[in-house]
């Protein structure tokens, strides 16, 4: 089983930025699309952005604009540089395969004035 850790979270204020980071040790993350998933507390979790092997981003739409998704297949990690945050992306974020995993703890944002 391929095991992702997250990490970065915070608590900013509304505006403010924060960085995460996926670390895995698997051996072969050079071949996966990856994601970046959140779960807001009573809330179902959901995609946040998705980056192919190759690089290439795509994001849901209450993000566009303001998060950027990056991964480096040599060191295994992927990153979602966050800006421009608001209350509603409080929540847990996740990272995994697009085609689903083993989820990890994951690392918890809070945005709050």
């Known amino acids: 089983q391929v095991r992702f850790v997250e990490s970065g979270g915070g608590s900013v204020q509304p505006g403010g930025s924060l960085r995460l980071s996926c670390a895995t040790s698997g051996n072969i993350f050079s071949l996966y699309a990856m994601g970046w998933y959140r779960q807001a507390p009573g809330k179902q979790r959901e995609f946040v952005a998705g980056i192919t092997p190759g690089g290439n981003p795509n994001y849901a739409d209450p993000v566009k604009g303001r998060f950027t998704i990056s991964r480096d297949n040599a060191k295994k990690a992927m990153w979602l540089q966050m800006n421009s945050l608001k209350p509603e992306d409080t929540a847990v974020y996740y990272c995994?395969?697009?085609?689903?995993?083993?989820w990890g703890q994951g690392t918890q944002v809070t945005v709050s004035s």
């Open positions: 995994n395969k697009i085609a689903g995993g083993t």
